[in-house]
């Protein structure tokens, strides 16, 4: 790390010297990692406002630029000239691979699509009615059960070799959750395919009937997996590397990230933000809707908009909302009371004093959902489709975690406000609230 300057920190007059790091774009960080050991004070950073959690190289993002970038590149040269494989590849090895790489790499993902016949046995004990995101948690974490030989975390080889199967596996198991939760047969991968094309074949695709494959609809599956591949130290990524610094099973710490990403506030918000536009349903109700959000006293938000970093439109969105008019006109939807509930929507939104004071701009979520329902995909299997591409990124961030010769087990402190010392069996002062 390269070392700026310091900052001084001074406590009951004693002063302290912080160093300061510099970083190659975006905010320097100030090193607190000894001031405890000097101080006896720990810092306090509820959600992690404040808190660069780790050094890292992957991805860069300008929250109030709008800016995104995957190891350098701009998310939207990405979306237009890259397909996800080769994106997966670039958070992984650094750099885009030029095409015989690339071309043994395809070949090395695609050895690794099918699952175990043991997993299947898996998703016979879930009921039908399960969130797929249940299933997905639940198979993702199994993995670690079968694959002994890529388990020796200290080496290179196994890592990598895990890392592959992670990402070619999680479209077979999450294609594999919507086909039990629609109580049809599972669908085998088909390595002909591209990973896009490969995952719509095996969600829709029936013994009975072949899927056409479209061009719109897998370019559009590409870039949404593209643009969810990777999103720095969010919260699933940032439960993959602290799941991971214990040393644990990778397939395991992945499982975590996924449970992660299932919450309303993150990957879940797709879901959501879908369904609320449905419950507006028409444009005349969305100023009751902007209302509500803005109302203190009601816990309704408006879902797919607003983010931790982005202070400007999430570039994600920007991109998403271009192919979600594509994919409408190519199944010949010239007019989606949804899309137009979500324009009305922004553009109020984007208007009003409450969200341009709070910088709320749309999210990536806010148009995945239109796209993901007009591909034929219900709403639980949208987070599922976050938590496969987030994948890629997840074991990127687990490679980099391990090979940081920093790395130490995450633990962090907290701020002790319970009782002091009790005596049993001797009444205590404070409330007892039972
Ligand atoms: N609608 C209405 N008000 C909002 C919204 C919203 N969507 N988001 C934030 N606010 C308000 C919030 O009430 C608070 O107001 P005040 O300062 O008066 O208390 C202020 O804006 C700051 O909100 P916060 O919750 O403190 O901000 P945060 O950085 O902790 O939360 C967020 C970010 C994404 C969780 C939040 O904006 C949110 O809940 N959005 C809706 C859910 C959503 O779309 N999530 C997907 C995020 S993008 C995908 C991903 O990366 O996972």
Redesign the pocket.
Known sequence: MKKNHSATLTINNKSYLLPIYKASEGSDVIDITKLYAESNHFTYDP?F?STASCQSNITFIDGEKGILRYRGYDIEELAKKSDFIEVTNLLIYGDLPNKRQLNKYYKLISKHTMVHEQLLKFFNGFRRDAHPMAMMVGVMGALSAFYQDSLDINDPHQRMTASRRIIAKASTIGAMAYKYSIGQPFVQPDNNLSYSENFLNMCFSVPAEKYKISKVMSDAMDTILILHAD?EQ??STSTVRLAGSSGANPFACVAAGVAS?WG????G?NQ??LEMLETIGNKKNVPNFIKR??D?NDPF????????VYKNY?PRAKILKQTCKKVLKHIGINKDPVLDVAMELEKIALKDK?FID?K?YP???FYSGIILRAMGFPPEMFTVIFSIARSSGWTAHWHEMIEDPVQKIGRPRQLYSGNKKSVYGKKRSTKNTR
């Open positions: 959600g406002t999103h969010n919260a990403l309303p506030a993150h990957g918000a959501a933000a959000a803005k203190k938000r408006l879902m797919g908009f607003g983010h931790r999430d409450y709070k709320l999210n990536v979520d």
